[in-house]
């Protein structure tokens, strides 16, 4: 039988079956039309369905991560949310809720890669508009959707080198394919019985036609296999064999894995040869194939050698193209030949401040701030040219010492430099530093951490410059000691039972203030030193001590010529003085040190704590960039909110009194004007509802005193809400609540008097001390004190504790009238001054002035109003 023909005739295969009995399966038809191609169909589950939507997303963001597309990554990311929103119910039912880890472990890597990408400042900055947008907004999106993923993600980071889940489920699916397929394979076997003859070779006789006709069964089984074989060949072409995203997919998990390792610092080489070698990061500017060499092989090393060498380093600074990360690399080598070769510390001290300014023109933008581990090389190679100079009382630095007259190989030694200066642009980077984290987050509390370095490199710096500096160094160096010290609150100074020889915060900056006020050249320095002296006192509750120095400088005649950080200490030093004023009861001290901040409506910016909203050509950028640089630290800011709570609360104990004392008075003066308007403001109102904001209370606690009503207003400024916002802010809360209760008391009662006075005809100050709940000997003094300043008409009667009233104010009737006669009267001046003026032109008449008689004109209203009537007299008698 031909072995092309697939089946045989009915004859064939009862003949087949008749002579011996073969198993066989029936042989396929392979044609190459779609429509008769017979095709497996299979039925997938919704679990498999949606994780394979996930997995595809997931492949997809990874490719976007690899060409750092943000935008293209926040469309998947999004499209990632949505897909795993669908896949909720099966995530419920199958995994009980939680989460599939391959899920997991995408969401753990597209973390890391944004914070990554977050923290390189540099490239952040060279991304166009459009990927730094969708950069923080997938920063942002992908905080708050991780949120619900914490357990998961905190387990998952525990052990990442876990398998996931789709691995696990992709493995028992390839080997259930593999076993179909090999059970496919050994179809064709099983279609052979092992106890079916083979075939015979064929021979030359007479019966080989009879033995080919009988063993047609045989042959054509054997045709069978082949063309089954060749079935099973042609169907494996036509196969759907792994597409490229398995490959990679097995690429990422090969290169997280290798990641992994090398964080954990256990990769191999073979690992690194098998994928490929390691990346290599090309440094911007000239290539150059090795690091040339710092010296011949065969020359000596001395000191002047490596002061040539020093010189040649030096001499690229500034020039375009150098690579500053080299420089710094050619001078460590430099100071480690120096330091193997014994060459001196001398030449240490030199190399270091070399290393030092270097690491200062690593940052090309002056405005900028340093990046942290460059700061921190800083700090410690200032700190190693401090340990060199204290470790050697021969060895000076200093800026007079040309490069002539150096001395690195002899005692006494002599380097070109200035300590002072580096100690104050590194102070002045670490205040860059902090301005440029989150004051909310915890890496601004990491770099806060670092002010203990600060201060104590400062405190080196001083002992170096109190033994070589001239006087006028010393007082540079104890400011910057008094720049951290000043608005820092020491509870030691508080105890009466202090320990022999410890020294409080305010005897040392009383301490340097003092060597600044009589050895400093300059007015800048002393003008600073006094103002962190006064700040210091006044945080201190020192009132008085604050106040006297403070008259005693005359700074508020001339500060206005000052240098702006320096009136930004002004403005600072006033604040604090008007919190302690407040503190110790005095009302109205604290209202006039606040009074010219808080009027302007803008205490934010001229305290250097953040720029207001401004129009659209009010300020440029050049400007704004300026402020920027100039505001303080988070950590030096003043609660704006207690400021304005102090002013206005001192605003109502004095202005409320005065208001009902001249509430007929037409002429009237405003103490506080943003009080008054605030006040006027709600009670224009129709409906005053309960107070919301710290303002509004205040408010409302005026409103409360101007009836007499103490208790609610008390109850106003006193209450959990403004405890937790306002007073327990302060130092001493308790004190500060009781002290606000007491004036409370005693302006309510003074207001009291002024506004019900011409009620009574007498007055008990037993009557008056239960219903203020003020001691009786208070109430007579108060009452006493008015009545000298002559604010109420009465007199005192001992016998009775009585105040007698004395009726000789006007009524509110007269009181009104004499305001309406008083209105009147500047009504009828206003109009005879514009007919002056008129009159001045013209005469009576229309005849201009100059021809005729000339009018004399009368020296007031009275003479004119008297010639008037003489004139009509003299018409009438004519008449």
């Known amino acids: 039988m031909s072995r092309f023909f697939a089946t045989g005739t009915d004859s064939e295969s ?30 997938r589950s919704m679990k498999e369905k949606r994780y394979e939507e996930l997995e595809a997303i997931i492949h997809t963001l990874r490719n976007h991560r690899k060409i750092k597309d943000y935008s293209s990554a926040l469309a998947s990311f999004e499209e990632l949310q949505r897909a795993y929103t669908r896949a909720a119910p099966v995530v419920l039912k199958e995994e009980n809720g939680i989460a599939p880890r391959f899920f997991i472990r995408a969401l753990t890597e597209l973390d890391d890669w944004v914070t990554g990408a977050w923290n390189d400042r540099d490239a952040r900055k060279a991304l166009s508009k459009g990927n730094s947008k969708a950069l923080t907004s997938l ?15 905190s387990k998952f980071r525990e052990n990442p080198d876990m398998p996931d889940d789709d691995d696990e489920r992709k493995d028992t699916s390839s080997s259930d394919e593999s076993d179909d397929e090999d059970k496919v394979k050994e179809k064709p076997r099983i279609a052979r019985s092992p106890e079916a003859p083979r075939r015979p070779p064929p021979q030359d006789d007479e019966s080989s036609d009879s033995m080919d006709w009988g063993s047609s069964s045989s042959d054509s089984s054997s045709s069978s296999d082949d063309e089954t074989r060749g079935a099973a060949t042609l169907r494996e072409r036509f196969l ?54 710092m010296f011949a092989k065969d020359s000596d090393i001395d000191a002047a050698l490596v002061v040539k060498k020093l010189g040649e380093i030096s001499a690229a600074r500034g020039r375009k193209r150098t690579d500053r990360r080299a420089q710094l690399e050619l001078l460590h080598e430099l100071r480690t030949v120096a330091q193997q070769h014994n060459l001196g510390d001398a030449l240490q001290l030199k190399l270091r401040a070399a290393t030092v300014a270097a690491l200062f023109d690593y940052n090309p933008k002056v405005s900028d701030a340093m990046k942290p581990e460059y700061w921190s090389r800083l700090v410690e190679n200032v700190d190693q040219m401090v340990t060199l100079l204290l470790s050697h009382d021969d060895m000076m630095l200093s800026e007079t010492i040309t490069e002539d007259n150096e001395q690195l190989v002899t005692a006494p030694f002599k380097v070109r430099g200035c300590l002072l200066t580096a100690l104050e642009r590194l102070d002045d980077e670490f205040t860059k530093l902090l301005k440029e984290c989150d004051p909310h987050s915890n890496e601004y509390v990491e770099r806060l951490k670092d002010e203990v370095r600060v201060s104590t490199l400062i405190d080196r710096v001083c002992q170096v410059v109190e033994r070589d500096g001239t006087p006028q160094e010393i007082c ?90 320096t009136q930004i200490l002004y403005n600072r030093t006033m604040a604090n003085l008007g919190l302690c004023a407040f503190r110790r009861g ?45 505001q303080m630290p988070f950590h030096m800011h003043i609660n704006l909110e207690l400021l304005e709570c102090v002013y206005l609360v001192s605003a109502m104990l004095i202005e409320i009194p005065y208001m009902a004392a001249h509430e007929f008075d037409a002429r009237r003066r405003m103490i506080s004007k943003t009080f008054y308007q605030n006040l006027r403001a709600s ?146 001046d206003s109009n005879e001054r514009i007919f002056e003026k008129q009159g001045s032109f013209f005469q009576r008449g229309g005849a201009p002035r100059g021809e005729g008689r000339q009018r004399e004109r009368p020296r007031d209203g009275w003479g004119r109003r008297q010639r008037n009537r003489r004139r009509d007299d003299e018409r009438g008698h004519e008449d």
């Open 14 to 43: 009862e003949s087949s079956t008749e002579e011996e009995v073969i198993v066989r399966a029936p042989a396929p038809v392979y044609t190459f039309s779609d429509d008769e191609e017979e095709t497996k169909r299979v039925v």
């Open 240 to 293: 759907k064999r792994a597409t490229e995203r398995d490959d990679d997919e097995e690429r990422d998990r090969r290169r997280v894995r290798r990641e992994r390792r090398e964080r954990a610092g256990k990769i191999s080489k073979k690992d690194q040869a098998d994928d490929g070698g390691e990346w290599e990061t090309v440094r911007k500017g000239a290539a150059t194939s090795d690091k040339p060499k």
């Open 586 to 630: 005095n009302v109205k001290e604290a209202h006039g040190c606040l009074a010219e901040l808080m009027m302007t409506g803008k205490p934010k910016e001229l305290l250097a704590q953040g720029l207001l909203p401004q129009r659209q050509h009010e300020r440029s950028k050049e400007q704004e960039k300026i402020e920027k640089q100039r």
């Open 476 to 565: 540079r160096a104890y400011l910057r000691k008094i720049d951290h010290l000043y608005y820092k609150f020491d509870t030691r100074a508080m105890k009466k039972d202090l320990q022999p020889g410890e020294e409080t915060t305010i005897k040392k900056m009383e301490r340097l203030c003092k060597y600044i006020y009589a050895n400093d050249d300059s007015d800048r320095l002393r003008t600073r030193a006094i103002l962190s002296h006064i700040y210091h006192h006044a945080l201190h509750d020192n009132w008085f001590q604050a106040r006297d120095l403070l008259l005693m400088s005359h700074l508020q005649e001339n500060v206005q010529h000052s240098d702006p950080s």
């Open 683 to 828: 009670e224009r109102q129709a409906l005053v509802g309960p107070p919301e904001s710290m303002r509004e209370h205040a408010v409302a606690a005026a409103r409360a005193m101007r009836r007499g009503d103490w208790r609610a207003c008390l109850n106003f400024i006193v209450n959990e809400k403004m405890n937790a916002k306002v007073w327990d802010l302060m130092v001493g809360a308790d004190n500060v609540r009781a002290m606000l209760g007491r004036l409370i008391r005693e302006e309510s009662l003074r207001t009291y008097l002024f506004t019900y006075a011409h009620v009574y005809a007498s007055l008990s100050l037993r009557s008056l001390a239960d219903m203020f709940e003020m001691p009786r000997q208070r109430v007579h003094s108060l009452v006493s004190k008015m009545i000298i300043n002559e604010e109420l008409l009465a007199s005192l009667d001992d016998p009775s504790e009585c105040a007698i009233l004395h009726r000789s104010e006007p009524t509110r009737m007269q009181a009104l009238a004499l305001q309406l006669a008083d209105k009147v009267g500047n009504l009828v």
């Open 139 to 153: 920063r942002q999106k992908l905080r708050k959707y991780t949120k619900d993923f914490d357990a998961e993600i």
